[in-house]
């Protein structure tokens, strides 16, 4: 990796494209301190504090403590990313969206534009029921239309500009802009979460041996976590495929080799984010409505819902949610990879051009054969997300280790750094073979 960076500052217009970058990633930080007009933001901070509930904690966490502080980016691009989502899912379900996805670069421009209206469509909604909300419960300085209409035109627009800054990172910076944009929020409350660790488990440690074990265990722990999630995200099967020779007057083409590169984690993160987006709806729900507090049946199941109460051992009923939690990712991993992997359109579309896996007959036998591959590829994609979204739920549980930062955290910045650096190096290759051509 440093290697990589190295090389790419003393090529000019990589230098200018990460400096571009990191003065994006400047205006970011700055725009997720500005106060909301309009808001008490004291008052949400300790609202906030008192409420400790997962989802909130999530939230907060990716769009980089915005939310706590109520500044004008506490949307920031969630609503870009749940727009992402819906038309991934709406691409699969209207014919249109299908064929536009496949009308190549024109095509995939028409969905982008698309996905900025909605963007700002589920912007606007939410924060029009944020102002209303706030509002009823006191939190804005005036509940009046004039302030509603502040907060709403402010919150749309931070996410908003967010989305175009993205946008820009993407086409004038290093690539994967949403991507770094959701990086730099989740990595600007990881040094919090590793004071809240040492406070917790090194300074209120007994003696100095108890703090330097639970240093090294917290460290251990990390690094673990690290290089399993680097493993899984660069894990990957390559299925060989084989391109028959074609005459072409009196030349003969084709023959040549070629491989499938069938990822272990195909889908990502997003298992975790559906997963933990249905169990904390309802209780994100009831803390906003004040439920869910007392000792009755629907409190327990909120509880049942909530990772803070999983791996309890004074209360192990209610880790009976990680259960449910675990099969939600393991389907969602199934779900969201049958929906972004066509392995009947890859089998046709091999046997168009002449190519076939050796020892697999082509079309639907090739089809069955893929189907097969993947399906024992997910699994085995869905257990390595399940450990690492369940290490930091276990340490919470057991030693009440609570920090923002998690499993889902550390997948989308392992992730993100490993794509960018392939960006990085794609970018940096594209500009040899352009020296050398020149030359």
């Known amino acids: 990796m440093l290697e990589t960076l190295r ?3 003393k090529i000019k217009d ?17 725009g997720s301190q500005l106060p909301l007009p309009g808001v ?15 989802g909130l904690n999530f939230f907060n966490a990716i769009t980089g403590g915005s939310f706590e502080q109520m500044s004008v980016f506490a949307l920031n691009i969630t609503p870009y990313i ?14 249109k969206l299908e064929e536009m996805q496949k009308d190549g670069e024109d095509g995939r421009k028409k969905i982008a534009e698309i996905t900025r209206y909605v963007t700002v469509v589920l912007a606007l909604i939410q924060s029009v029921a944020m102002a209303i909300g706030f509002g009823r419960a006191n939190y804005l300085d005036k509940f009046d239309a004039l302030h509603v209409i502040m907060m709403v035109t402010s919150l749309t627009a931070g996410s908003a500009v967010l989305m175009w800054i993205g946008e820009r990172i993407t086409e004038k910076g290093v690539g994967n802009g949403i991507s770094i944009v959701l990086t730099i929020n989740i ?46 995200q660069d894990g990957q099967r390559r299925i ?29 993160v997003i298992p975790i984010i559906f997963a933990q987006s249905i169990m904390q709806f309802p209780v994100v729900i009831a803390t906003i409505m004040g439920k869910g507090n007392g000792n009755g049946i629907g409190s327990k199941i909120l509880h049942g819902l909530s990772q ?97 930062f998690g499993g889902t955290s550390i997948i989308i910045i392992v992730g993100v750094i490993i794509e960018t650096l392939k960006q990085i190096e794609s970018q940096m290759l594209v500009r040899y073979y352009k020296g050398f051509l020149n030359d």
């Not at 990589?14 to 003065?23: E, M, Q, S």
């Not at 703090?211 to 976590?225: K, M």
């Not at 009196?250 to 499938?260: C, N």
Request: aromatic share 12%.
């Open 40 to 54: 008490n933001g004291e008052v949400i901070a300790s609202w906030f504090a008192s409420q400790g509930t997962d």
């Open 308 to 404: 803070s109460y999983w791996c309890d051992p004074e209360q192990p009923i209610y880790s009976i949610g990680l259960v449910v939690y675990i099969i939600l990712v393991v389907a969602f991993a199934y779900f969201y990879t049958s929906i972004t992997f066509n392995p009947l359109e890859i089998a046709n579309n091999m046997k168009r051009q002449g190519g076939f896996i050796p020892g697999i007959r082509p079309g639907k036998p090739t089809s069955d054969y893929l189907t097969k591959i993947l399906n024992y590829i997910v699994f085995i994609g869905a257990v390595g997300l399940t450990i690492v979204a369940v290490i930091p739920i276990f340490f919470n549980g057991i030693f009440n280790a609570n920090v923002s």
């Open 14 to 30: 990589i230098r200018n494209r990460i400096f571009y970058t990191f003065l994006m990633l400047i205006v970011i930080r700055i």
């Open 187 to 232: 990595i600007s409350r990881i040094p919090e979460d590793l004071m809240t660790l040492y406070t917790q488990f090194i300074q209120n440690a007994s003696n100095v041996g108890n703090a330097i074990l639970a240093a090294l265990v917290i460290l251990a722990v990390i690094l673990v976590t690290v290089v399993f999630v680097i493993i899984l």
């Open 240 to 268: 060989p495929v084989q391109y028959s020779k074609k005459i072409q007057g009196r030349k003969q083409v084709g023959g040549q080799s070629s491989h499938i590169p069938l990822k272990v984690n195909t889908a990502g």
């Open 7 to 9: 090389k790419a500052f």
């Open 82 to 95: 749940t727009s992402s989502i819906i038309m991934q899912l709406l691409t699969i379900a209207i014919p």
